[in-house]
C-alpha cells in the first residue's frame, strides 16, 4: 500500500536581469518591470487550484519545506514574498520545523535584503556565486563580481538565518585545476553550513551549446574532484548527495524529500509537482512555462498531469534515492512505490551480484563501485514487473 510521504512546496520565479549562457532552467530576461503583485497573486490563486483539484483541504500532511527557486526570486521584494509565505500558511499548515529556501543573486541590491527575507518567514538563502574569480563570472554572464559575492555570503551569515547555502561551479571554462580549488577554499573560508560544487556540464538549448567554450580535459575534473573532495572533508563537510556537501545535520531538507522520492506541489511558470495518493495513484503536474501564458486569465495554470505507471515506479525512485550516498530502506520502497519488493527481486540480485549494491538487512547501500556505474544500475530498473 502506497503511503502519502512529506509534503513539500516549489514555487518558481521566472525573471533574471540576463540568461546566463550555461542555464538551461526556465528563466527570463528582464525587458521590463517584474509584474511582482500579479505574479504573486497568480502564485496563490495557483495554488488554490492545486488544492481543490486534488483534495488537499482534506491532506493532514503539513508543509516539510518550501523552496523559491528561479531565476532570481531575490527580484521579488521582501514583503510581497511575505505575502506569498502567509497565504501559503494560511492554506497548507507549516511544519514547526519547516525550512523555507530561497535562492538569491549576490548583487549587493539583492543582497542587503537578506534580513529583510528573514523577517518575513525565509530561514534558508542560496546563493548563486559559481565562482570567486571576476574572469570566471564574466565568461559566465554573471552579474556580480567577486567582491559582491563574499560580501553576499558574509551577510547572509548575519542575517540570523537557520543555514544558508553557496552554489559553486567547477570545470569552468579554459579553468586551470589550481584555479578551481582556490575557489573553493574561498567559499570554505566563508564557512557556509551548506555548499553545492557541482560540475559545469553543457545542456542543448543553451549559449554555451551553440558556441561551446574550451574545458578542462577529464584528467583534470578527476582531479579537481578528487583534491576538491578532501579540502571538504578536511573542513568538516560531508557528502550526502551527489554535488552536495554540508556541516552535520544541516542538509538541505527540501532536496532530501526530492531525492527520498517525496511528495511536492509546484506553481509558477513551468514549475513540476509530484503527489502520491493513498489509493495508490502518483501524478506528476507541469505548470504553464512562460510568463505571459502563465499571466494570461483566460488560460489554466496547468499545462499537463500524467500518471506514473507501476511499470516507471522503480526505475524513478531509485533514480531519485540513488543520488543520495545514504543507505536506503527496503520499507521506503513499499511505502513510496506502492509495489511489493518482488518486484524489483531479480534486478536487486543482479546488482548485488555485481557488487553494485549491497544487502544490509532492511537497508541497501549503493557501493563505490555502484556509483562508477550508476546509469548501468538505473537502466537495470526500466520496465521492471508492474504487480503491485
Known amino acids: 500500500m502506497l503511503v502519502p510521504p512529506p509534503l513539500s512546496l516549489y514555487i518558481h520565479i521566472p525573471w533574471c536581469v540576463q540568461k546566463c549562457p550555461y542555464c538551461d ?7 521590463t518591470k517584474i509584474p511582482e503583485l500579479d505574479y504573486i497573486d497568480a502564485l496563490i490563486e495557483d495554488l488554490d487550484t492545486d488544492i481543490a483539484a ?49 535562492e538569491a543573486n549576490p548583487g549587493t541590491v539583492e543582497a542587503g535584503r537578506f534580513t529583510a527575507y528573514h523577517d518575513v518567514g525565509v530561514n534558508r538563502i542560496s546563493i548563486g556565486i559559481q565562482s570567486f574569480q571576476d574572469e570566471k563570472l564574466k565568461r559566465l554572464g554573471r552579474i556580480h563580481g567577486s ?48 555548499l553545492s560544487w557541482y560540475q559545469l556540464t553543457i545542456e542543448p538549448n543553451t549559449l554555451f551549446y551553440s558556441k561551446p567554450p574550451v574545458l578542462p580535459d577529464d584528467d583534470d575534473l578527476w582531479d579537481i574532484f578528487e583534491r576538491g573532495h578532501q579540502l571538504l572533508a578536511e573542513a568538516g563537510y560531508v557528502q550526502y548527495e551527489i554535488s552536495g556537501y554540508s556541516k552535520p545535520d544541516v542538509q538541505c531538507r527540501h532536496n532530501l524529500n526530492y531525492w527520498r522520492f517525496g511528495d511536492y506541489l509546484g506553481i509558477g511558470c513551468g514549475a513540476h509537482g509530484k503527489l502520491s495518493f493513498a489509493d495508490g495513484t502518483i501524478t506528476r503536474t507541469v505548470k504553464v512555462k512562460h510568463p505571459r501564458g502563465y499571466l494570461n486569465p483566460q488560460k489554466p495554470y496547468l499545462d499537463k ?9 522503480p526505475f524513478e525512485f531509485f533514480m531519485n534515492r540513488f543520488r543520495l550516498l545514504e543507505s536506503c530502506p527496503k520499507q521506503d520502497y513499499i511505502d513510496r512505490t506502492g509495489l511489493q519488493l518482488s518486484t524489483i527481486e531479480p534486478t536487486i540480485e543482479w546488482a548485488l551480484e555485481q557488487q553494485y549494491l549491497e544487502d544490509k538487512g532492511d537497508e541497501w547501500q549503493i557501493t563505490e563501485h555502484g556509483k562508477l556505474f550508476l546509469n548501468d544500475l538505473l537502466a537495470a530498473f526500466v520496465n521492471e514487473d508492474d504487480t503491485p
Open 25 to 31: 532552467f526556465n528563466s527570463h530576461a528582464l525587458k
Open 147 to 194: 567582491q559582491e559575492a563574499i560580501r553576499a555570503a558574509k551577510l547572509a551569515s548575519e542575517a540570523g538565518l537557520n543555514s544558508f547555502n553557496i552554489d559553486l561551479m567547477h570545470g569552468l571554462p579554459e579553468q586551470s585545476v589550481e584555479d578551481a580549488l582556490s575557489d573553493l577554499q574561498q567559499a570554505i573560508a566563508l564557512d557556509p553550513p551548506h
Open 305 to 313: 498531469a500524467t500518471q506514473v505507471a507501476a511499470a516507471e515506479r
Open 54 to 102: 486534488y483534495d488537499l483541504e482534506n491532506d493532514d500532511r503539513k508543509l516539510h519545506s518550501i523552496f523559491i527557486g528561479g531565476g532570481t526570486p531575490s527580484l521579488i521584494s521582501a514583503p510581497e514574498i511575505g505575502r506569498l509565505l502567509a497565504a501559503v500558511n494560511e492554506r497548507i499548515p507549516f511544519s514547526d520545523d519547516i525550512e523555507i529556501t530561497m
